[in-house]
């Protein structure tokens, strides 16, 4: 099982970025998809998550409203929109998946299959 995490880089307060994930050897479809964020120095924190088969979306009160996550089964790859990037949001970005209950899936420990990781850089 591999994820393939893309799409970070340096966008100006108030940009956009999409990230992206692909897996391998997984199918998508009957698992959650989460994105996790790391800054340095803090812990791994919860962004968005998608239930199975894309049923229902949740976000982090910090980025409801701005970010969007999406899935596309044909492709087995899960997506992040960010838009009105801010300061506050630069972090490396993580994709995971797994199945956890839903009570747990707020938390990075309820995740067996983690990406690599990639770097969001917000500054003017």
């Known amino acids: 099982v591999q994820l393939q995490a893309s799409g970070g880089g340096l966008v100006q307060p108030g940009g956009s970025l999409r990230l992206s994930c692909v897996a391998s050897g997984i199918s998508f479809s009957n698992r959650y998809m989460a994105w996790f964020r790391q800054a340095p120095g803090k812990e791994r924190e919860f962004v968005a998550l998608i239930t199975r088969f894309g049923v229902t979306t949740y976000y982090a009160d910090s980025v409801k409203g701005r970010f969007t996550i999406s899935i596309n089964n044909a492709k087995n790859a899960v997506y992040l929109q960010m838009n009105s990037l801010n300061p506050e949001d630069a972090a490396s970005y993580y994709c995971?998946?797994?199945?956890?209950?839903?009570?747990?899936?707020?938390?990075?420990?309820?995740?067996?299959?983690w990406g690599q990781g990639t770097l969001v850089t917000v500054s003017s």
């Open positions: 995971a998946t797994g199945t956890p209950i839903h009570s747990n899936s707020y938390f990075p420990s309820a995740y067996g299959y």
